[in-house]
Nanobody, 113 residues
Framework: VQLVESGGGSVQSGGSLRLSCAASGFTFSFYGMSWYRQAPGREREWVAR????????NYADSVKDRFTIARDNYKNTVYLQMNSLKPEDTAVYFC???????WGAGTQVTVSS
């Protein structure tokens, strides 16, 4: 049972990245999923969530209208499309399955000005 994030990297301000989180070992389509992030010296913060069939999404105010969460239940994968990136988006990004209390190991996103 695991979540594995990928797609992080270094981009300039205004750029885009798409994060992926591949799930295995459980029935992915039964579970809502979330993305969190943690910047150096700061607490982990919630970024976005999506329900089990993708019909409902919610976003933190800090990323609303810039980030989009989506999922493909055939590929057991949840995505985070990040556009108009800002230096303050620099963090390690984690996916999380709340009902399973399951975290991925995270992927680093660095945005330079």
């Amino acid at each position: 049972v695991q979540l594995v994030e990928s797609g992080g990297g270094s981009v300039q301000s205004g750029g885009s990245l798409r994060l992926s989180c591949a799930a295995s070992g459980f029935t992915f389509s039964f579970y809502g999923m979330s993305w969190y992030r943690q910047a150096p010296g700061r607490e982990r913060e919630w970024v976005a969530r999506i329900d089990s069939d993708g019909g409902s999404t919610n976003y933190a105010d800090s990323v609303k209208d810039r980030f989009t969460i989506a999922r493909d239940n055939y590929k057991n994968t949840v995505y985070l499309q990040m556009n108009s990136l800002k230096p303050e988006d620099t963090a390690v990004y984690f996916c999380y399955a709340p009902r399973r209390s399951l975290w991925g190991a995270g992927t680093q996103v660095t945005v330079s000005s």
